[in-house]
Nanobody, 115 residues
Framework: QVQLVESGGGLVQPGGSPRPPCAAP????????MYWYRQAPGKASEYVAT????????NYASPVKGRFAISKDKPKNTVYLQMNSLKPEDTAMYYC????????WGRGTQVTVSS
């Protein structure tokens, strides 16, 4: 059973730089690509970022490219999403996702950008 647990969200001021983790106990991260998605109130889920199973390649959605960075700590079985220069429009529930035979989602962590 794959379990994904996001944390590290909260109220952040515009321009802030949180780094929410997604812990994946029981999952060997070198075996799977990991993804971050987000969903703002009243909007559809939106792809944010990917990191490959090796960690050698990443990809980002246009709205976050140059501001966000996805990384993984294999010994800790944890994926991070470094968020920089946050804007109010980044306010959303952030979820991590993995495909490992089937798709698994975490329960999400809320990031609210407001002064």
């Amino acid at each position: 059973q794959v379990q994904l647990v996001e944390s590290g969200g909260g109220l952040v001021q515009p321009g802030g730089s949180p780094r929410p983790p997604c812990a994946a106990p029981g999952l060997t991260l070198s075996n799977a690509a990991m993804y971050w998605y987000r969903q703002a109130p009243g909007k559809a889920s939106e792809y944010v970022a990917t990191i490959t199973n090796t960690g050698e390649s990443t990809n980002y959605a246009s709205p976050v490219k140059g501001r966000f960075a996805i990384s993984k700590d294999k010994p800790k079985n944890t994926v991070y999403l470094q968020m920089n220069s946050l804007k109010p429009e980044d306010t959303a529930m952030y979820y991590c996702r993995v495909f490992f035979g089937t798709v698994y989602w975490g329960r999400g962590t809320q990031v609210t950008v407001s002064s």
